[in-house]
């Protein structure tokens, strides 16, 4: 999951492992999640998303969890790629208004080797 | 479609200086928000705007204005920058959110690396 301070959580795979990157969230009144990869020198690109009436959402090798009772989001990514090495982000919509405004979680590393 | 584009990329500033970083969507977004982003940590929102002309503080405000003349883009100025300002700034423009439950997918651009020394 997500910890605090400068030390960011690490997963090192090997190519074609499946991989689960984990967080957590604080507010049970978020309604909406999201994750993002941010590549070396690069800005967060868009995953996949989840609303908290749903309890999985699949997209292209990537699956999202969402277990609302212990607070807890998962992203799953199936046969893991080189090109899948970067810093993942859980975000949440918990502000009212909301203003489309997202808290972002800490990130974890994920470093695929070949 | 250039999407959400920001200048410059790099930058050293000396302690007191001034400067504005720039952000350009071409998409028609209402939304724009400003982070930054220190090591280790993710992003955190500075300030956002939800249209032309309005602008509103997030959480961390202190230290920095910003201004959306246009739709298109969203400048933020550093009036008398601090080291503690050193950082990667980004820029993302999100459409206004209909009822019912669209995405809150925020589009981000390529980040500007500031130092402060």
């Known amino acids: 999951g997500e910890s605090v301070g400068l030390h960011l959580p690490t997963l090192s795979v090997q190519e074609g492992d499946n991989s689960i990157i984990n967080c957590a969230y604080s507010?049970?009144?978020?309604?909406?999640f999201i994750w993002y990869k941010q590549e070396s020198g690069k800005g967060p690109q868009f995953i996949i998303d989840?609303?908290?009436?749903?309890d999985k959402r699949q997209g292209q090798r990537v699956t999202v969890l969402l277990n609302k009772t212990v607070k807890h989001l998962s992203l799953q990514i199936a046969a893991t790629q080189p090109g899948d090495s970067a810093v993942y982000f859980c975000?949440?919509?918990?502000?009212?208004?909301?203003?489309?405004?997202?808290?972002f979680g800490q990130g974890t590393i994920l470093t695929v080797h070949p | 479609n250039a999407g959400v584009t920001q200048t410059p990329k790099f930058r050293v500033l000396k302690t007191g200086q001034s400067m504005t970083l720039l952000c350009a969507q071409d998409?028609?977004?209402?939304?724009m928000y400003w982070y930054r982003q220190d090591p280790g940590m993710g992003l955190r929102l500075i300030h956002y705007s939800v249209g032309e002309g309005t602008t509103a503080k997030g959480e961390v405000p202190d230290g920095y204005n910003v201004s959306r003349l246009k739709k298109q883009n969203f400048l933020l100025g550093l009036e008398s920058a601090a080291p503690s300002q050193t950082s990667v700034y980004f820029c993302a423009s999100s459409p206004k959110r209909s009822s019912g439950g669209s995405s809150y997918e925020q589009y981000f651009g390529p980040g500007t690396r500031l130092t402060v020394t």
């Open positions: 975000a949440e919509n918990n502000r009212r208004p909301s203003y489309g405004k997202l808290t």
């Open positions: 989840i609303r908290s009436n749903m």
């Open positions: 998409m028609n977004h209402e939304y």
């Open positions: 507010n049970s009144a978020s309604d909406y």
